[in-house]
């Protein structure tokens, strides 16, 4: 069964310093996505990045990046140079291509909170 | 282009009743799914419909059910509210997913908040 954890409920980091999120996944199926998604206080989730597990290199967005490590089965999101617009609780989640089509998993989730 | 639009945003209900939450996608995608999010939870699948078919759902029981119009835009309901089906309701969408369509990423919108009395 596809499963998803975050095991830093909530993560303080200094504005302009970097900050890794972590994720681990559990799933049989050979072929699926990871993704993390931002979710500020207004309530709306916002897509950062996604990595596919046939990928050979890490997915990088802007400041966004995620440190793929397949055989650990870890998925963590790195965010640098932390700007205080980043304080928002962040999710990993993770969709199978074969064996649960269409349905995304969803880790519990890491609030992260920037100080000035 | 327009994002996911999800209506009402707030909508206040009494136990037993029932809800009806609408969603309307992205212009061009073909896919809808439905989460819930208890507070301070994470999402929790509830449904996808791709091309008017309910694809797959997540363990809810029956009285959450929903549908998609040939528009593709989505209705989700809930008979027989209890006190625990308060939540924020996230519809998203994306392009239509396949067998290998881990790639498309879902387009959330800004919620239904659902509050049960």
């Known amino acids: 069964a596809q499963k998803i954890t975050q095991t830093q409920p909530g993560m303080f980091v200094q504005e302009k310093e970097a900050v890794t999120l972590d994720c681990t996944y559990d799933?049989?199926?050979?072929?699926?996505?990871l993704f993390w998604y931002k979710q500020p206080s207004s309530g709306e989730m916002i897509f950062l990045i996604y990595?596919?597990?046939?990928?050979?290199q890490n997915a990088t967005e802007g400041r966004y990046s995620l440190n793929f490590q397949k055989a650990r089965k870890s998925a963590n999101l790195v965010i640098s140079a932390s700007q205080l617009g980043d304080s928002a609780m962040y999710f990993c989640a993770m969709r199978e291509d074969n064996t649960n089509a269409g349905k995304s998993t969803f880790g519990d989730g890491t609030t992260l909170t920037v100080k000035p | 282009e327009a994002g996911v639009t999800q209506s009402p945003t707030h909508l206040i209900k009494t136990r037993g009743q029932q809800a009806t939450l609408r969603c309307s996608p992205i212009?061009?995608?073909?896919?809808v799914y439905w989460y819930q999010q208890a507070l301070g939870l994470g999402l929790q699948f509830l449904l996808w419909y791709d091309e008017g078919e309910e694809r797959n759902r997540g363990n809810f029981p029956p009285r959450f059910s929903g549908r998609q119009f040939p528009n593709y835009s989505s209705e989700l309901n809930v008979n027989a509210l209890e006190l625990e089906d308060s939540a924020l309701y996230l519809c998203a969408s994306s392009l239509a997913s396949s067998s290998s369509g881990s790639s498309y990423e879902q387009y959330f919108g800004p919620g239904t908040r659902l509050t049960v009395t």
């Open positions: 990595q596919g597990s046939y990928d050979q």
């Open positions: 212009s061009g995608h073909t896919s």
């Open positions: 799933t049989s199926d050979p072929s699926y996505g």
